[in-house]
């Protein structure tokens, strides 16, 4: 009798165990798998990983890129783990932000005939989004603003920031920030926190003062950007965006954009590439009532950095074209990236060619470039977060 009723509490928690397991939701997919197709090649599909830690110099893809004629690269800095934006400050230091990996920001300096690659900022979530201005870093997380004063004398400890603004959404999905300072503001955006859905106060690029004040929206409708410039000629704001996963392997292209009014709206989650109503989200909407791109950047390209070249060491060709970083797909079969050049044709518009390429064998990524910095003596610099390194180009004849 007493095994009996030992089986019989047994089975009745068992039976209570399956029963809660069975109650449990499923998991919750993430932002990104949404829209995702049942297909087994579907399936298979997820964001690319960065190395957990860099390629070791001698292992880099620099002798396999390629670059028009005159022009010429190599490995300016290696161990730069998870490398992304750039920004220059005092004494030809270079300051660069992380993100998914590292959660640090590096300050690179000169040191004899090499560089140093020193941590300045240590375990900051998404410490992506940089800036230097007036001798300050400016960093922005995925949830807050910081501003760290007179930060070139002090690279062995920033110190304590000053918090600009504590109210961004946080999160995963495009919460990762870019800055850039114009006319003494401070631009940056917040992107759509999901692949398709309707985004609310998200998908927006806002500006506000330089302490934080006076907070206000530049354009609307923008999925996910992570690359901006100021045209130097007509002042305008350039900007990359991406479009939606899973729509279809070729469909839709990333977006080249500019800002030529107030409150346009660029179509997400409406429209894409400009032409295109959404499957879900389109029906109803007209893409005719939205900003056009002034061109498209190709299938889920993973557009990303934007800088217009200031500098004079490059042919007359290529002064005052913007640089643009195609950090290549997931969301696609056929794996492509580079660095791209496109000159504004005036009328809203731009021509859009390959400058730099070598970044993919055998359909899978050697680096894959983020963002770019034109130094004092007009070279340009190109991060690359999946190898952790930073590339140089100059030209000579």
Known sequence: MPKTRSFCAMAALLCAALSATAQQPPAEEPGWAKGRPKTEAATRMAPVPAFPIPTPADKLPTAKFKLPPGFKVETWASGVLDARELRQGANDTVFVSTLFVANKVYAITPKGNAREVKTIIDKMEKATGLEYHKGALYLATHKQILRYDNVDSKLDNPGTPVVLYDKLPGGEDHSWKY????????????????????????????????????????????????????????????????????MSEDLPNDELNVVTGPNQHFGYPFCHQGNIADPEFGWGKSCGDYTKPAALLGPHAGSLGLNFYRGKMFPAKYQGAMFIARHGPWNRTIKYADVAVAWPDGK????????????????????????????????????????????????GK
């Open 179 to 246: 800055l850039r300072i114009h006319k003494d503001k401070l631009y940056f955006a917040i992107g759509a926190p999901c692949n398709i859905c309707d985004p609310g106060e998200y998908a927006k690029i806002y500006r506000m003062n330089l302490d934080g004040s006076g907070m206000e929206t530049i354009a609307s409708g923008v999925r996910n950007t992570v690359g901006f410039d100021f045209d130097p000629k007509t002042d305008r704001l350039w900007f990359t965006d991406n479009g939606r996963d899973w």
């Open 348 to 395: 809203g518009g731009a021509k859009i060619e390959p400058f730099m390429t070598g970044f993919v064998e055998n359909n899978s990524y050697l680096g894959r470039p983020v963002d770019f910095l034109v130094l004092k003596d007009g070279s340009l610099l190109v991060s690359d977060d999946h190898a952790g390194a930073i590339y140089r180009i100059s030209y």
